[in-house]
């Protein structure tokens, strides 16, 4: 695999306007070799343009995008190192599989015998072997998936661009190519950015992360960074279900990383390493689901224990999903392997448990 330590690709300022629309406002962000990042966001928010940018096949308005030291910011997309597999393929339905994945060796006039080779080779990488005589309407979406992006890394791109690619295959089969593609990505050690709206998809296949809303980075790191220490309240919502509470901090001690923070629902204590919070500010207390627990209420409550009134329960084997109605608050909680655990049904008065590690952040 290839040295991680200096960066392939330098996004510098990128601005990018439709119109009087601005899509992309001044992004800045370097992916290291043999890195996979991927774009996530919302619908709207200038992934796919911002990738498009990367591909030169849209322009940016404003900024540079630096290929392996090199600016090619003006160069149209055939001239960069740089091959996008598109959301629909665009495969040629004329031509069978073999003739697909050599269509770019041959437009780079390589010899017979090398387009043979490389092509033996794609077909061997991507597992499809035996099926390069096939026509593109013989073969299966997942199928046609590998010969996309077989087709896009047979030139050796430095690096590869792969648009929201299994969004037309189904849930199971999704997961199978989404394994499939991390496992050669990691094989040949290219450098990739994948763009997804699916933040599931995004954690389980990527090095690291880059959210956009409105054309803005909201936060750049590893999947467990962007789980368990979102920058901001949008981060937070957007990657799996949170609980929120508001929050003051009635005191941190001298010297301590403790906090202790009151809330409608009752005082409760954080450990933090935050320096940017302090003596009166107010605060959003991050919970996950999975992290909090229920006990039956005693009259010895316990530290961190607020009382709340369970609306729903439901088994899924597995795991039990709780809503418990806490003040004006619905707080959402997972518990895991409910088969050791006691069960609570509706309008059971519960004690539940906030972990001292819970995240926090500044109130904007």
């Not at 770019?104 to 991507?126: A, C, P, Y």
């Given at each position: 695999m290839e040295n991680r330590?200096?960066?392939?690709?330098?996004?510098?300022?990128?601005?990018?306007?439709?119109?009087?629309?601005e899509v992309l406002k001044g992004i800045s962000s370097s992916i290291e070799k043999g890195e996979l990042l991927?774009?996530?966001?919302?619908?709207?928010?200038?992934?796919?343009?911002?990738l498009r940018i990367v591909g030169g096949f849209t322009p940016a308005t404003s900024g540079r995008?630096?290929?392996?030291?090199?600016?090619?910011?003006?160069?149209?997309?055939?001239?960069?190192?740089?091959?996008?597999?598109?959301?629909?393929?665009?495969?040629?339905?004329?031509?069978?599989?073999?003739?697909?994945?050599?269509?770019?060796?041959?437009?780079?006039?390589?010899?017979?015998?090398?387009?043979?080779?490389?092509?033996?080779?794609?077909?061997?990488l991507v597992h499809m072997e035996g099926l390069g005589e096939r026509h593109i309407d013989q073969i299966s979406g997942g199928q046609q998936q590998r010969v996309a992006l077989a087709r896009a890394l047979a030139l050796g791109p430095k690096v590869l661009l792969l648009?929201?690619?299994?969004s037309n295959l189904d849930a199971n089969l999704r997961v199978v190519m989404r394994e499939e593609i991390r496992k050669i990505q990691e094989q040949i050690g290219i450098t990739t950015i994948f763009v997804t709206h699916d933040q599931y998809e995004a954690m389980s296949i990527s090095d690291r992360l880059l959210v956009l809303k409105d054309g803005v980075i909201q936060q750049i790191g590893s999947p467990v960074e962007i789980y368990e220490k979102p920058a901001n309240e949008f981060i937070a919502g957007f990657v799996g279900y949170v609980n929120i509470l508001n929050g003051k901090i009635n005191e941190r001690a001298n010297g301590s990383n403790t906090f202790k923070i009151s809330t409608t629902y009752g005082d409760i204590e954080i450990d933090s390493e935050r320096e940017d919070i302090g003596d009166g500010d107010e605060i959003l207390v991050v919970v996950r689901p999975e992290s909090l627990s229920l006990k039956k209420p005693n009259s010895a409550q316990k530290l961190n224990g607020i009382k709340g009134t369970v609306l729903t329960h439901m088994y899924a084997g597995n795991h039990s999903k709780y809503s418990v109605k806490v003040g004006d608050k619905n707080i959402v909680v997972d518990q895991h392997n409910p088969k050791d655990s006691p069960r609570y049904q509706h309008n059971d008065t519960v004690e539940l448990l906030i972990p001292r590690n819970a995240h926090i952040l500044k109130r904007q």
């Amino acid at each position: 695999m290839e040295n991680r330590r200096s960066p392939m690709l330098e996004l510098v300022d990128i601005h990018k306007s439709f119109g009087d629309v601005e899509v992309l406002k001044g992004i800045s962000s370097s992916i290291e070799k043999g890195e996979l990042l991927t774009f996530v966001g919302p619908s709207g928010c200038g992934k796919t343009t911002l990738l498009r940018i990367v591909g030169g096949f849209t322009p940016a308005t404003s900024g540079r995008v630096i290929l392996d030291g090199q600016d090619i910011s003006s160069l149209p997309p055939n001239m960069r190192n740089t091959k996008m597999v598109f959301q629909s393929y665009a495969l040629f339905p004329h031509m069978n599989v073999r003739k697909n994945i050599a269509f770019g060796l041959t437009l780079k006039k390589w010899s017979k015998t090398e387009i043979n080779k490389r092509v033996d080779e794609m077909l061997e990488l991507v597992h499809m072997e035996g099926l390069g005589e096939r026509h593109i309407d013989q073969i299966s979406g997942g199928q046609q998936q590998r010969v996309a992006l077989a087709r896009a890394l047979a030139l050796g791109p430095k690096v590869l661009l792969l648009d929201e690619p299994l969004s037309n295959l189904d849930a199971n089969l999704r997961v199978v190519m989404r394994e499939e593609i991390r496992k050669i990505q990691e094989q040949i050690g290219i450098t990739t950015i994948f763009v997804t709206h699916d933040q599931y998809e995004a954690m389980s296949i990527s090095d690291r992360l880059l959210v956009l809303k409105d054309g803005v980075i909201q936060q750049i790191g590893s999947p467990v960074e962007i789980y368990e220490k979102p920058a901001n309240e949008f981060i937070a919502g957007f990657v799996g279900y949170v609980n929120i509470l508001n929050g003051k901090i009635n005191e941190r001690a001298n010297g301590s990383n403790t906090f202790k923070i009151s809330t409608t629902y009752g005082d409760i204590e954080i450990d933090s390493e935050r320096e940017d919070i302090g003596d009166g500010d107010e605060i959003l207390v991050v919970v996950r689901p999975e992290s909090l627990s229920l006990k039956k209420p005693n009259s010895a409550q316990k530290l961190n224990g607020i009382k709340g009134t369970v609306l729903t329960h439901m088994y899924a084997g597995n795991h039990s999903k709780y809503s418990v109605k806490v003040g004006d608050k619905n707080i959402v909680v997972d518990q895991h392997n409910p088969k050791d655990s006691p069960r609570y049904q509706h309008n059971d008065t519960v004690e539940l448990l906030i972990p001292r590690n819970a995240h926090i952040l500044k109130r904007q």
